[in-house]
Every structure is written in C-alpha cells, then in structure tokens.
C-alpha cells in the first residue's frame, strides 16, 4: 500500500470514529427532536388494545424529550404475533418505534408457540396504562349464564388465533370440564363482539374488563361474565370466581394461577430489543408522567377508559417470573395452550 493510500485510510477511519463519537454524544432530547415514532398495534382498529394504544400516541411525545409526534399503525394478524415478530426482528432498534401486542406473548413463548420468533425478555416494557383482569362471558341471548351451565351445555366461543381468546376456553375445557366449541380466525375483538350481538357466537373467549365497562353492558345486562382471569377479583365483580378458583387439586391450581400471571401486564407498551439504555429510561420517564397527567386521565376517562398504571420496570420483572416458570407447570400449560 501506498503511502498516500495508508494516508486516506487513515483519515477515513479518523472520520469514521468521529462520527461514530458524535452519534454517541447525541443527547436522547437532540435524537428525538423531529423525529415520528410508530405506535405498532396488534390488533385491528375499535378493540381495547388500540383504544389504549391510541390514547397512549396522543400524549406520550408532549412528555419525552425533543417532543417527538407518534403515529398509531395498526398491525393486525394471528394474535398480534405479527406484531411481535415485525418489532423483534424487523423494526429499526433506535427507540423510534413502540408497540403495543397481547399480554399473552410472553407465557406463549414460553411455552414454545413456534408462531413467535423472538425472545419476550428482550423486549424493553416500558409500562401499561391499565391492568385489569380478563373475563370470558356470554351474550344475554346464551343459554350459558355460568360455569356450571358452560360444563353441561355446549356453546360456540369467538376467538382470534392463539390468543388468550382460544386458550382459556381450551384449558377451561381440559381442566375444569366445559364444552365450549371455539371458532378461531376472527381479526380483532370488536369483530367477535359484532358476532356475538349478531348471534354468530355465544360468547368471547376473552375480553378485558376494562374494554367491557365502557360498552355499557353491564349496566344493560348484555353479557353474562362466567369467570375472572387474574390474581385477584375486579371489586366490580366480587360475586365472578377467580378461574383458578375452581381448581379441583394443588396441581391445577398452580396451571390456572400461571394462566393468570399475564394479566398483570395490562396493555404493555413495549419497544425494540437493544434500544439504547438512555432512550428507553426516557420512553419510561414519559409514560409515568403521561399516566399522572391530568389531560391525559380526562381524555382516558371520554373514552371511558380505566387508568390503572403499571411501570416499566414492574412490567419487566413480570415478565422475567413468567418466562422462569417451573418447567413442569409451563410444560403442562403448554399442551394446552401451543397453537398448531
């Protein structure tokens, strides 16, 4: 090599290290300034999951850093796995994209789902707006008005994919002794609700309590709740059984318990793996600010939208316990709830 050939290369690499310093030195105010955030939604639109989501959009840039204006992509397919896959593997791992997709992807990777190609615990949790428990219930039209009923009677349940939708009928029905039939490959929530009020189905295999509240039917007695999917009872139905409540033995109890554990995480927003550390710490100061912001809980509360906050960092040792289950309890969750 020449000497004026050793000189260019050597000024290059000086260049190279230059920029690469100057891009570290950026202050996490001076890399959002400008810049657009996309919000991934799992789901389709009009579903709880992009309420929040939506919500979330609105008011999380007025509180980071450089202000940055986020835009909601909705992003629906096979249980927002879609989702999950396209923000581990695919979306830019800077912190300029966020998502949002089903509290089950964690246990459901956990358990071997080969729909899911990614590792939940890598996933920053930044927090969730709202965690309440998951409720399967009927149409006020269904002759199934209880467990009780559900375990002598068929009844046809709407479901999405390999969501919570299809798995808790399923192990309802392997360890407490329901007949639910499960129609799954609908989209998105709403449009099982559409089926439901159409007479399609009977009832939804899942639905957050707090995605129900706001659609009037308690007050209009359009649902009956069957059971409660979470670690303790809504105080708006003290009278509906926890599921692992109906546990028949130590062992069954201990699978419906880790069923339930997800719930926990609410709605999480959650970004790409190998974000910078100072940029999800911003992403995480933003949300607690928003969830205490007062614009933001009157506009939760026009939507009728329950605010009940989880952090970034609680949600992320949530995640931690699910995934480091006894393997015996996963394993025997598994083969009720791994898609096929």
């Not at 994919?161 to 392997?174: E, H, K, L, R, V």
């Not at 419906?256 to 940029?279: H, K, M, N, Q, Y």
């Amino acid at each position: 090599m020449s000497l004026k050939s050793i000189v260019k290369f050597a000024a290059a690499g000086a260049l190279a290290v230059c920029w690469g310093s100057a891009s570290m030195a950026q202050s996490v105010e001076e890399f959002y300034r400008g810049k657009t955030i996309d919000m991934i939604i799992g789901y389709t639109p009009g579903g709880g999951y992009d309420q929040y989501a939506r919500l979330v959009s609105r008011f999380l840039g007025q509180h980071m850093p450089g202000k940055p204006q986020i835009i909601p992509r909705n992003m629906p397919g096979a249980a927002s796995f879609l989702a999950a896959n396209y923000i581990y593997n695919v979306a830019p791992k800077d912190g300029t994209v966020l998502g949002m997709v089903a509290q089950s992807v964690p246990l459901s990777q956990a358990m071997g789902e080969p729909a899911l190609k990614l590792d939940s615990s890598k996933f920053p949790q930044i927090g969730s707006p709202a965690m309440d428990n998951n409720v399967v219930v009927t149409w006020k039209t269904s002759k199934i008005k209880t467990v009780t009923d559900a375990q002598k009677e068929k009844s046809i349940m709407g479901a999405t994919g390999g969501s919570t939708s299809a798995q808790f009928p399923t192990i309802m029905n392997s360890v407490l002794g329901t007949k639910f039939e499960i129609i799954t490959g609908y989209p998105g929530g709403n449009e099982i609700n559409f089926a439901m009020e159409n007479g399609e189905v009977d009832g939804r295999g899942s639905v957050n309590w707090a995605s129900v509240k706001p659609l009037g039917w308690v007050e209009k007695k359009s649902v009956n709740v069957l059971v409660q999917i979470g670690l303790q009872r809504e105080p708006d139905l003290p009278d509906v059984p926890l599921i692992f409540e109906l546990a028949q033995n130590p062992e069954d109890e201990k699978l419906l318990r880790l069923l339930s554990a997800p719930t926990a995480l609410g709605r999480p927003v959650i970004t790409t793996p190998d974000v910078p550390a100072d940029r999800v710490q911003a992403l995480r100061d933003a949300f607690d600010k928003m969830v205490v912001d007062p614009a933001f809980l009157k506009a939760a509360a026009e939507e009728g939208l329950m605010v009940r906050p989880r952090s970034g960092k609680e949600l992320q040792t949530i995640v931690d316990e699910i995934i480091s289950a006894p393997p015996k309890v996963m394993s025997r969750l598994a083969t009720f709830m791994v898609t096929k």
